[in-house]
């Protein structure tokens, strides 16, 4: 017996093996009396048929068998058990979260609160439920942010009877959705009455008969463990048990840019509606299902032989890789790297990299601002010119006016010299009147009687003549003097219209000069503008190098100085590729780290940017004539996709890797249509190697950059 059974070695359960092994046996024990193997005969159907059955049977006891080892493990719910043997709870569902702005569309005379759990319609039937609360006062319109997470709250009765570790089933899941587990850090948004008392969510029940219990978010469908006494506190009989839990979409519960906008239902707010303006500026991350076999595997031994302290590098790369948070979501990928030198240090690399978008930034903003200033000098320069023309035609108005001056000064002496003329033609009169008068007395002296001599009155006659002489002159000298006033009239009226149009230039001239001011004010409040940002370049730098000074402070004070832990972390975004976690899952791993790190480490989360190396790739792909063009080109772009997607930290990206889903070379099914392609990964990527791989450092991981897929046809006659 104990020969066969070395010579089967229990090693071989195939049907080949259990058949050859029972043909052989019936010609060694039993030749004398059976030798019908023809293959038609009865004796080898029974045999196909009991090798048949012992083949399946050995199949599902391998299975069994495997099942109830981590490593070999091919059931999630087995390694879910076994990780639990372990201490090592697999994580569950994580919801996504995100930002959004809320503002009044019209102001109230009454407060309005954004109640926690406020619902939130997000694409394709999402709902997003709020996780903080906030308050509007009376008028206040101003946008207000608040935090969201994909799911929505969901309640579940139950009645203790009393019995030690009682398991009830959680059957009202939405379909589609998970139970959101208990974070790493203990988090939970789950809650628990047996009656009138709050039990508290442990990841694994722990020893003492508190008021605890356990969802086990990983079974189908999802459980409510309570203890028996030891472990746990035992529901009294009875009493009524009230769950409370947060159902999410897990990685299908993202959303991009601008799209929730609105409530699930509307907020009314004593009875009056409330309209709100709802956008969400930033997509969704941080969502993830339930954590996948293989990470389970790899998961669950480390933690375990880490016996609750981070003391290698695997160490921590495990932690941060299992690390959930229920409100900020879950790590996608994470890298444990001791730090040697600069090169390897991530943080000081993101920091550098900042400091560059920094400066690269505010190059647009000063070229923007040197493009306003000469702008603003060009229009200060026409303004210059337009005001100097107006000065010249001002000064030619001016002469203008002085000739009109002399012109009336000129009239003005003939009036006053036909004035003097009238004057002396009347002193004339006068003195001829008084030679009359005198002639009149000698008369009346002379002549006794009371007629005039013909010879007194050709007297009298000369001297009527000669004063109706000097009164024609008069009057001559006088029209003439009125003439010469018209004229000064008319120089006037001409004066009065110079000096209107002076005024004008005048005005055009002010005009002129308050846009200059304008102009200057332009140019000072842009130089003010480029002040600012020159100080805020400072102030960043400042910032940047304060930081990089402390980080770099943290441990090389220490006298071991080469005990830097740098954890670079990345998460998903609503596309399924990586991205920089939000600072509120940053700062929670960071937490939980310190909290597990060996006391003479200084570890570091880095979540950046700088991680990421977008790979920037040329296609060039040859179309067979018959298939369509854009068809061809997007499954080439999806394909190259699929190879971009959940890549690890300092893996290099190589061109065979881009190659092997397209073309035929690399014995893999090419797509349809393609004959041929040919790949670049563009220098602008990163590192290049002599062969066109792109490489990375340890810290850093590739993801997606820009796919230019061009087309040639190739027709089927030139290949033959």
Known sequence: MASELVRVQYAGFDFNTHSDEILARLQVNFAEVYNDFSVS????????????????????????????????????????RLARQLGYKAGSATASSVDVTVSLATAQIFPVTIPLGLQFRGPNGLIFEAQESVTFSAGDTSPKTITLSEGETVTASFTSDGTANQVFQVGNVPTGKFILGAGTLGISQTSVFVGPEEYIENELLLFGNTAQYELGHNDDPPTLRFGDSVAGK???????????????????????????????????VGFTAVDLVINNPSGTGGGSDPETLANIKVNAPTVFKSRGVNITGEDYEARAKSFVDPIFGAIAVARAVTVRGSAEDAFLNSKLSDIRAASSDVEPTVDAAVVEITASSDAITTSITSAILNDDLLQASLTTIDTEENSVTESNNNVRVAFGVAQ??????????????????????ASASDGISP????????????????????????????????????????????????????????????????????????????????????????????????????????????????VPVLTLDSEGFYAVPTFGLQRSLQSFLDSKKEV???????????????????????????????????????????????????????????????????????????????IEILESSGTLDAKGNLLVRNSEVVTRGTIAVTSVIVEVSALT
């Open 41 to 80: 005969s009865l004796g080898i159907m029974l045999i196909d048929v009991f090798s048949f059955g012992l083949d399946t049977l050995s199949f599902y006891l391998d299975r069994r068998a495997t099942d109830n080892f981590l490593s070999t493990a091919r059931v999630r719910s087995s390694a879910v």
């Open 234 to 268: 035992i529901p009294p009989a009875g009493s009524g048990i009230q769950l409370t839990f947060f159902a999410t979409s897990g990685v299908s519960g993202q959303a991009t840019t601008g799209t929730i906008t609105k409530l699930v239902t509307p907020l009314v």
């Open 424 to 445: 002396a033609s009347s002193t004339g009169l006068a003195t001829e009147v008084s030679k009359l008068q005198t002639q009149i007395l000698a008369l009346e002296a």
């Open 455 to 566: 010879a007194t009155k050709t007297v009298f006659d000369n001297i009527i003549a000669a004063i109706t002489g000097r009164n024609v002159e008069i009057g001559n000298q006088v029209a003439t003097g009125l003439a010469d006033v018209d004229s000064m009239t008319t120089s006037l009226t001409s004066i009065n219209s110079e000096i209107v149009a002076a005024e004008d230039l005048r005005t055009v001239v002010r005009a002129d000069i308050d846009q200059i001011q304008v102009d200057n004010l332009a140019i000072s409040t842009t130089a003010a503008t480029l002040s600012s940002d020159v100080n805020d370049i400072g102030s960043a730098v400042n910032s940047l190098t304060a930081e990089i000074s402390t980080h770099v402070d943290a441990f090389l004070s220490d006298e071991c100085k080469s005990n830097l832990i740098e």
């Open 600 to 678: 003479t480490q200084v570890v570091k989360v880095v979540g950046s940017s700088a991680l990421l190396v977008p790979a920037n790739v040329n296609v060039e792909v040859g179309i067979l004539t018959g298939f369509n063009e854009a068809t061809v080109r997007s499954q080439v772009e999806a394909a190259i996709l699929g190879v971009l997607r959940g890549r690890k930290f300092g893996v290099t990206l190589h061109l065979s890797e881009l190659c092997a889903p397209i073309a035929p070379a690399q014995g893999c099914t090419k797509i349809d249509g393609v004959e041929y392609v040919n």
